[in-house]
């Protein structure tokens, strides 16, 4: 599959401590990304202002969802968006809307369904996918959650009352299948999205992460469980998100190789 890949160092969504190691991430996988067929977003230095909206820094990030729904809007091949924290993915499903109706498979190990009256940290990369329902970008009944461990209450609450289903990777291929079918019978065209938080590998697998959390995905389950998913239906797009290394990107470190290494395996899976 042809695909660009978008890089965007955002680390204004972040929650974490670490939040200036995300800029670091997205630098690192640039590196071993084809210089062709690799783009970078510009992202301001500057940390932004909340604007009455009750999500931190949120001027910076709609300015960088600006600046990304322009470079979306000139593609025809589907888009890789590498981030950065996972507020980059609005941007990302909102253009794979466009298309057709959204198959969303979100792997990760946090639900990111807060809103800014639930969430404890005002951080929008805890927020962004509840933003997505709430704003019609993909219907709750389209959302497959992969990895999903670590939920606040309001969270819980939510997945229970608006049906948000969640899958094991071995579930994924079928569940997608049934999710196309759904948007087929009611007269629309299912598309695939598919959003990687790298938090949702186990810590014994991922080192580089803000938020680590037990009992996450071995590399192959999820590599199979993308696979499935596309095998299932084409990819209109797909993001991944919250590299943050432990360590410096300009030093030879071990640990640092290891994940990018994962990393190549996780765009190969979406991209072959």
Same mark, same amino acid.
């Given at each position: 599959?042809?695909?660009?890949?978008?890089?965007?160092?955002?680390?204004?969504?972040?929650?974490? #401590? &670490? =939040?200036? *190691?995300? !800029?670091?991430?997205?630098?690192?996988?640039?590196? %071993? /990304?084809?210089?062709?067929? @690799?783009?970078?977003?510009?992202?301001?230095?500057?940390?932004?202002?909340?604007?009455?909206?009750?999500?931190?820094?949120?001027?910076?990030?709609?300015?960088?969802?600006?600046?990304?729904?322009?470079?979306?809007?000139?593609?025809?091949?589907?888009?890789?968006?590498?981030?950065?924290?996972?507020?980059?993915?609005?941007?990302?499903?909102?253009?794979? #809307? &466009? =298309?057709? *109706?959204? !198959?969303?498979?979100?792997?990760?190990?946090?639900? %990111? /369904?807060?809103?800014?009256? @639930?969430?404890?940290?005002?951080?929008?990369?805890?927020?962004?996918?509840?933003?997505?329902?709430?704003?019609?970008?993909?219907?709750?009944?389209?959302?497959?959650?992969?990895?999903?461990?670590?939920?606040?209450?309001?969270?819980?609450?939510?997945?229970?009352?608006?049906?948000?289903?969640?899958?094991?990777?071995?579930?994924?291929?079928?569940?997608? #299948?049934?999710?196309?079918?759904?948007?087929?019978?009611?007269?629309?065209?299912?598309?695939?999205?598919?959003?990687?938080?790298?938090?949702?590998?186990?810590?014994?697998?991922?080192?580089?992460?803000?938020?680590?959390?037990?009992?996450?995905?071995?590399?192959?389950?999820?590599?199979?469980?993308?696979?499935?998913?596309?095998?299932?239906?084409?990819?209109?797009?797909?993001?991944?998100?919250?590299?943050?290394?432990?360590?410096?990107?300009?030093?030879?470190?071990?640990?640092?190789?290891?994940?990018?290494?994962?990393?190549?395996?996780?765009?190969?899976?979406?991209?072959?």
């Amino acid at each position: 599959m042809s695909s660009t890949f978008l890089v965007v160092p955002q680390w204004q969504g972040s929650g974490s #401590a &670490r =939040a200036m *190691r995300l !800029v670091d991430g997205a630098e690192a996988i640039r590196r %071993d /990304l084809p210089s062709t067929a @690799t783009r970078v977003i510009d992202v301001p230095l500057e940390a932004g202002d909340s604007e009455g909206t009750g999500i931190l820094r949120f001027s910076a990030i709609r300015l960088v969802r600006e600046r990304l729904q322009r470079e979306l809007a000139g593609l025809d091949e589907p888009a890789v968006v590498i981030g950065g924290d996972c507020g980059v993915e609005y941007a990302g499903v909102e253009h794979a #809307a &466009r =298309a057709g *109706r959204v !198959v969303l498979l979100w792997a990760d190990a946090h639900g %990111d /369904l807060n809103t800014p009256e @639930t969430s404890p940290s005002g951080a929008f990369h805890g927020m962004v996918l509840r933003s997505m329902i709430d704003e019609g970008l993909v219907d709750a009944a389209d959302v497959l959650l992969l990895g999903v461990r670590e939920l606040d209450d309001a969270e819980a609450d939510f997945i229970a009352s608006a049906g948000l289903r969640r899958v094991t990777a071995a579930q994924v291929g079928a569940a997608v #299948a049934e999710r196309a079918e759904a948007a087929r019978a009611a007269g629309r065209e299912p598309v695939l999205y598919a959003h990687v938080d790298l938090d949702v590998l186990d810590p014994g697998v991922f080192e580089g992460v803000g938020f680590p959390t037990p009992f996450g995905l071995a590399l192959d389950e999820l590599t199979a469980a993308l696979g499935a998913a596309r095998a299932a239906l084409p990819l209109a797009g797909a993001g991944l998100t919250e590299f943050a290394p432990v360590a410096s990107i300009d030093g030879d470190d071990e640990a640092l190789g290891d994940d990018l290494s994962v990393i190549l395996r996780i765009l190969a899976a979406l991209t072959r």
